[in-house]
Protein backbone atom coordinates (compact mmCIF):
# COMPACT_ATOMS: atom_id res chain seq x y z
CA UNK A 1 0.00 0.00 0.00
CA UNK A 2 1.71 2.94 -1.01
CA UNK A 3 2.13 5.73 1.57
CA UNK A 4 -0.43 9.08 1.20
CA UNK A 5 1.73 11.74 -0.64
CA UNK A 6 2.31 14.84 1.26
CA UNK A 7 0.52 17.77 -0.44
CA UNK A 8 2.81 21.16 -0.74
CA UNK A 9 0.89 23.95 1.73
CA UNK A 10 -0.82 26.40 -0.48
CA UNK A 11 0.97 29.46 -1.92
CA UNK A 12 0.23 32.61 0.35
CA UNK A 13 0.32 36.33 -0.33
CA UNK A 14 3.41 38.11 0.60
CA UNK A 15 4.05 41.58 -0.39
CA UNK A 16 7.22 43.39 -0.53
CA UNK A 17 11.07 43.99 -1.98
CA UNK A 18 13.87 41.01 -1.47
CA UNK A 19 17.34 42.44 -2.14
CA UNK A 20 18.92 39.31 -2.67
CA UNK A 21 22.88 38.53 -3.61
CA UNK A 22 22.56 36.54 -6.93
CA UNK A 23 25.36 33.66 -6.92
CA UNK A 24 27.01 32.59 -9.71
CA UNK A 25 26.13 29.41 -11.83
CA UNK A 26 22.57 29.90 -11.53
CA UNK A 27 20.10 31.71 -13.73
CA UNK A 28 18.08 34.94 -12.41
CA UNK A 29 15.02 32.86 -12.93
CA UNK A 30 16.48 29.90 -11.02
CA UNK A 31 17.58 32.37 -7.89
CA UNK A 32 13.95 33.69 -8.70
CA UNK A 33 12.43 30.26 -7.74
CA UNK A 34 14.40 29.03 -5.11
CA UNK A 35 13.40 32.46 -3.13
CA UNK A 36 9.69 32.27 -4.01
CA UNK A 37 9.41 28.53 -2.60
CA UNK A 38 11.52 30.03 0.67
CA UNK A 39 8.82 32.34 0.94
CA UNK A 40 6.12 29.89 -0.28
CA UNK A 41 4.60 32.90 -2.40
CA UNK A 42 1.82 33.42 -4.59
CA UNK A 43 3.86 35.85 -6.84
CA UNK A 44 6.99 37.30 -7.55
CA UNK A 45 9.21 38.13 -9.90
CA UNK A 46 12.78 39.85 -10.85
CA UNK A 47 14.06 43.03 -11.39
CA UNK A 48 16.66 42.87 -14.59
CA UNK A 49 18.79 39.73 -15.33
CA UNK A 50 21.76 38.66 -14.20
CA UNK A 51 23.68 35.96 -16.03
CA UNK A 52 24.63 32.30 -14.43
CA UNK A 53 28.31 34.19 -14.72
CA UNK A 54 27.38 37.39 -13.07
CA UNK A 55 26.72 37.54 -9.10
CA UNK A 56 24.68 40.41 -6.77
CA UNK A 57 22.55 42.31 -6.70
CA UNK A 58 18.97 40.95 -7.83
CA UNK A 59 15.85 42.62 -6.02
CA UNK A 60 13.23 40.50 -6.08
CA UNK A 61 9.23 42.04 -5.63
CA UNK A 62 6.70 39.61 -4.06
CA UNK A 63 2.75 40.20 -4.36
CA UNK A 64 1.88 43.95 -4.74
CA UNK A 65 5.36 44.66 -5.23
CA UNK A 66 5.40 43.32 -8.43
CA UNK A 67 3.38 46.12 -10.22
CA UNK A 68 6.16 48.44 -9.24
CA UNK A 69 9.50 46.52 -10.66
CA UNK A 70 9.26 48.03 -13.95
CA UNK A 71 10.45 51.17 -11.72
CA UNK A 72 13.40 49.06 -11.09
CA UNK A 73 14.25 47.69 -14.29
CA UNK A 74 14.70 50.49 -15.38
CA UNK A 75 17.04 52.00 -12.94
CA UNK A 76 20.64 52.99 -13.24
CA UNK A 77 22.73 50.05 -12.41
CA UNK A 78 25.87 49.92 -11.09
CA UNK A 79 29.24 46.90 -11.65
CA UNK A 80 32.04 45.56 -10.52
CA UNK A 81 33.66 43.64 -13.67
CA UNK A 82 37.26 42.20 -14.37
CA UNK A 83 38.24 42.50 -18.10
CA UNK A 84 40.76 39.80 -19.63
CA UNK A 85 42.64 41.94 -22.05
CA UNK A 86 44.19 40.18 -25.66
CA UNK A 87 41.00 37.56 -26.16
CA UNK A 88 37.60 37.24 -27.67
CA UNK A 89 34.81 34.84 -27.44
CA UNK A 90 31.78 33.65 -28.80
CA UNK A 91 29.86 34.66 -25.74
CA UNK A 92 31.59 37.85 -24.67
CA UNK A 93 32.54 36.60 -21.35
CA UNK A 94 34.44 33.74 -19.77
CA UNK A 95 32.03 30.97 -20.25
CA UNK A 96 32.46 31.07 -24.75
CA UNK A 97 34.89 29.73 -26.31
CA UNK A 98 38.08 31.63 -27.42
CA UNK A 99 37.78 32.67 -31.19
CA UNK A 100 40.91 34.90 -31.50
CA UNK A 101 43.93 36.03 -29.26
CA UNK A 102 46.27 38.89 -29.81
CA UNK A 103 49.09 40.46 -27.78
CA UNK A 104 48.37 43.01 -25.13
CA UNK A 105 50.42 46.19 -25.96
CA UNK A 106 48.72 48.64 -23.72
CA UNK A 107 49.60 50.98 -20.69
CA UNK A 108 47.24 51.68 -17.88
CA UNK A 109 48.18 55.37 -19.52
CA UNK A 110 46.33 54.18 -22.97
CA UNK A 111 43.57 52.18 -21.01
CA UNK A 112 42.19 54.77 -19.15
CA UNK A 113 42.58 57.07 -22.57
CA UNK A 114 40.28 55.18 -24.31
CA UNK A 115 37.57 54.98 -21.69
CA UNK A 116 35.90 58.09 -21.99
CA UNK A 117 35.01 57.41 -25.38
CA UNK A 118 32.63 55.00 -23.52
CA UNK A 119 30.59 57.55 -21.36
CA UNK A 120 27.56 59.41 -21.84
CA UNK A 121 24.82 58.18 -24.69
CA UNK A 122 26.83 56.06 -26.99
CA UNK A 123 24.97 53.54 -29.37
CA UNK A 124 25.67 49.24 -28.38
CA UNK A 125 24.99 46.18 -30.13
CA UNK A 126 22.84 44.17 -28.67
CA UNK A 127 25.12 40.58 -27.77
CA UNK A 128 24.38 37.45 -30.13
CA UNK A 129 23.70 35.27 -26.70
CA UNK A 130 20.88 38.37 -25.56
CA UNK A 131 17.74 37.61 -24.21
CA UNK A 132 15.81 40.11 -26.67
CA UNK A 133 13.46 38.48 -29.50
CA UNK A 134 13.85 38.91 -33.11
CA UNK A 135 10.56 37.27 -34.74
CA UNK A 136 9.43 35.70 -31.59
CA UNK A 137 12.44 33.73 -31.32
CA UNK A 138 15.70 34.43 -28.98
CA UNK A 139 18.58 35.81 -30.06
CA UNK A 140 20.45 33.14 -28.14
CA UNK A 141 18.29 30.67 -29.53
CA UNK A 142 19.34 31.65 -33.07
CA UNK A 143 23.36 31.91 -31.48
CA UNK A 144 23.06 28.49 -30.42
CA UNK A 145 22.10 27.53 -34.33
CA UNK A 146 24.77 29.36 -35.54
CA UNK A 147 22.29 31.53 -37.82
CA UNK A 148 23.08 35.39 -37.28
CA UNK A 149 20.16 37.33 -37.12
CA UNK A 150 20.07 41.61 -37.92
CA UNK A 151 20.83 42.99 -34.47
CA UNK A 152 19.83 46.93 -34.50
CA UNK A 153 22.42 48.94 -32.74
CA UNK A 154 20.83 50.72 -29.69
CA UNK A 155 21.28 53.95 -27.32
CA UNK A 156 22.74 53.40 -23.85
CA UNK A 157 23.75 55.66 -21.20
CA UNK A 158 27.16 55.07 -19.03
CA UNK A 159 27.34 57.71 -16.76
CA UNK A 160 30.86 56.57 -14.55
CA UNK A 161 33.68 54.16 -16.05
CA UNK A 162 36.88 54.02 -13.61
CA UNK A 163 39.87 51.77 -13.26
CA UNK A 164 39.89 50.00 -9.98
CA UNK A 165 42.89 47.98 -10.46
CA UNK A 166 45.35 47.15 -13.69
CA UNK A 167 47.26 43.62 -13.67
CA UNK A 168 47.65 43.29 -16.99
CA UNK A 169 46.15 41.12 -19.12
CA UNK A 170 43.07 41.95 -16.50
CA UNK A 171 41.63 44.97 -15.47
CA UNK A 172 39.01 45.52 -12.93
CA UNK A 173 36.88 48.28 -13.56
CA UNK A 174 33.55 50.06 -11.60
CA UNK A 175 31.09 51.27 -14.18
CA UNK A 176 27.51 52.82 -13.65
CA UNK A 177 25.28 52.70 -16.19
CA UNK A 178 21.78 53.23 -17.25
CA UNK A 179 19.08 50.24 -18.64
CA UNK A 180 19.63 47.82 -21.21
CA UNK A 181 23.73 48.27 -20.83
CA UNK A 182 25.38 44.83 -21.67
CA UNK A 183 28.41 44.89 -19.91
CA UNK A 184 30.14 42.38 -22.01
CA UNK A 185 29.28 44.69 -25.60
CA UNK A 186 31.20 47.00 -23.25
CA UNK A 187 34.19 45.10 -22.27
CA UNK A 188 33.92 43.69 -26.39
CA UNK A 189 34.54 47.37 -27.65
CA UNK A 190 36.71 48.27 -25.34
CA UNK A 191 38.66 45.72 -26.48
CA UNK A 192 38.87 46.15 -30.02
CA UNK A 193 39.12 49.96 -29.31
CA UNK A 194 42.22 49.07 -27.65
CA UNK A 195 43.71 46.83 -30.55
CA UNK A 196 43.63 43.30 -28.56
CA UNK A 197 39.81 42.01 -27.90
CA UNK A 198 38.53 41.40 -24.77
CA UNK A 199 36.11 39.53 -22.74
CA UNK A 200 34.72 39.60 -19.07
CA UNK A 201 35.84 37.14 -16.45
CA UNK A 202 33.92 38.32 -13.75
CA UNK A 203 30.93 40.83 -13.24
CA UNK A 204 28.93 41.67 -9.91
CA UNK A 205 25.96 44.03 -9.67
CA UNK A 206 26.74 46.58 -6.64
CA UNK A 207 23.68 48.38 -6.82
CA UNK A 208 20.20 48.75 -8.26
CA UNK A 209 18.62 52.19 -8.34
CA UNK A 210 19.33 53.18 -4.74
CA UNK A 211 19.56 49.81 -3.27
CA UNK A 212 23.50 48.55 -2.53
CA UNK A 213 24.59 45.47 -2.31
CA UNK A 214 25.58 45.18 1.29
CA UNK A 215 22.10 45.21 2.06
CA UNK A 216 21.55 42.13 -0.16
CA UNK A 217 20.77 38.64 1.19
CA UNK A 218 22.83 35.41 0.09
CA UNK A 219 20.39 32.33 -0.41
CA UNK A 220 22.01 30.54 1.94
CA UNK A 221 21.51 32.74 4.87
CA UNK A 222 18.05 33.12 3.57
CA UNK A 223 17.48 29.46 4.18
CA UNK A 224 19.28 29.55 7.16
CA UNK A 225 16.22 32.10 8.36
CA UNK A 226 13.45 30.28 10.67
CA UNK A 227 10.01 30.32 7.94
CA UNK A 228 8.41 32.58 10.69
CA UNK A 229 11.20 35.59 11.26
CA UNK A 230 12.15 35.27 6.85
CA UNK A 231 9.86 38.20 5.69
CA UNK A 232 11.08 40.46 8.30
CA UNK A 233 13.87 41.17 5.44
CA UNK A 234 11.22 42.65 2.91
CA UNK A 235 11.07 45.79 2.42
CA UNK A 236 7.62 47.39 1.86
CA UNK A 237 6.05 47.71 -1.62
CA UNK A 238 7.00 51.36 -2.05
CA UNK A 239 10.68 50.85 -1.93
CA UNK A 240 10.65 49.55 -5.46
CA UNK A 241 9.40 53.45 -5.67
CA UNK A 242 11.86 55.27 -3.81
CA UNK A 243 13.30 57.26 -6.25
CA UNK A 244 9.84 58.59 -7.27
CA UNK A 245 8.74 61.98 -5.70
CA UNK A 246 6.17 61.76 -2.80
CA UNK A 247 2.85 63.04 -2.79
CA UNK A 248 -0.27 62.58 -0.04
CA UNK A 249 -3.51 62.48 -0.93
CA UNK A 250 -6.16 63.71 1.83
CA UNK A 251 -8.95 61.37 2.54
CA UNK A 252 -11.70 62.69 -0.12
CA UNK A 253 -9.02 62.40 -3.06
CA UNK A 254 -7.94 58.83 -1.96
CA UNK A 255 -11.32 57.64 -2.46
CA UNK A 256 -11.90 58.01 -5.60
CA UNK A 257 -8.03 57.52 -6.77
CA UNK A 258 -8.34 54.28 -5.31
CA UNK A 259 -11.15 53.59 -7.87
CA UNK A 260 -8.83 54.61 -10.50
CA UNK A 261 -10.61 58.39 -10.95
CA UNK A 262 -7.88 61.59 -11.48
CA UNK A 263 -7.11 63.96 -8.86
CA UNK A 264 -6.72 67.59 -9.60
CA UNK A 265 -3.80 69.02 -8.51
CA UNK A 266 -2.62 72.00 -10.56
CA UNK A 267 0.44 72.48 -7.92
CA UNK A 268 2.18 69.46 -9.05
CA UNK A 269 4.99 69.21 -11.63
CA UNK A 270 4.69 67.18 -14.33
CA UNK A 271 5.89 64.08 -13.03
CA UNK A 272 5.94 60.68 -12.27
CA UNK A 273 4.70 60.03 -7.94
CA UNK A 274 4.37 57.82 -4.85
CA UNK A 275 1.54 58.34 -3.84
CA UNK A 276 0.09 58.17 -0.10
CA UNK A 277 -3.35 58.14 1.58
CA UNK A 278 -3.62 58.62 5.38
CA UNK A 279 0.21 57.74 5.40
CA UNK A 280 -0.34 53.88 3.59
CA UNK A 281 1.20 53.67 0.20
CA UNK A 282 -1.60 53.59 -2.42
CA UNK A 283 -0.11 53.63 -6.12
CA UNK A 284 1.92 55.17 -8.47
CA UNK A 285 0.34 58.51 -10.47
CA UNK A 286 1.01 60.45 -13.32
CA UNK A 287 0.75 64.21 -13.24
CA UNK A 288 0.19 66.74 -16.23
CA UNK A 289 -2.19 69.24 -17.07
CA UNK A 290 -3.02 69.31 -13.47
CA UNK A 291 -4.29 66.20 -12.86
CA UNK A 292 -2.92 63.32 -10.92
CA UNK A 293 -3.73 59.94 -12.83
CA UNK A 294 -3.68 56.62 -11.19
CA UNK A 295 -0.86 54.65 -12.89
CA UNK A 296 -0.72 51.20 -11.21
CA UNK A 297 -2.92 50.96 -7.55
CA UNK A 298 -2.00 48.72 -4.54
CA UNK A 299 -5.00 46.61 -4.12
CA UNK A 300 -7.19 47.48 -1.47
CA UNK A 301 -7.31 43.92 0.00
CA UNK A 302 -3.45 44.27 0.05
CA UNK A 303 -3.12 47.66 2.21
CA UNK A 304 -1.83 46.68 5.39
CA UNK A 305 1.52 48.07 5.56
CA UNK A 306 2.41 52.02 6.13
CA UNK A 307 4.83 53.17 3.99
CA UNK A 308 7.93 53.51 5.28
CA UNK A 309 9.91 55.40 2.50
CA UNK A 310 10.04 59.12 3.60
Excluded at 203 to 226: N, S
Aim: aromatic share 6%; hydrophobic share 40%; proline share 6%.
Amino acid sequence: MKAPQRRAPPRRQVDGVLLLDKPAGLSSNAALQHAKRLFNAAKAGHTGTLDPLATGLLPICFGEATKFAQLLLDADKAYAVTIRLGATTTTGDAEGEVTRERPVGVSRAELEAALPRFVGTIAQRPPRHAALKYQGRNYYEYAREGIEIPRTARDIVISEIAVEAWTPPLVDLRVRCGKGTYIRVLAEDLGEVLGCGAHITALRRTATGGFRIAEAVTLEALAEIPDLERDRLLLPSDAACAELPRCDLDGTEASGFREGRAVARAELPDATYRTYAGGVFAGVADASEGLLRPRRLVATSAIKTVGRIA
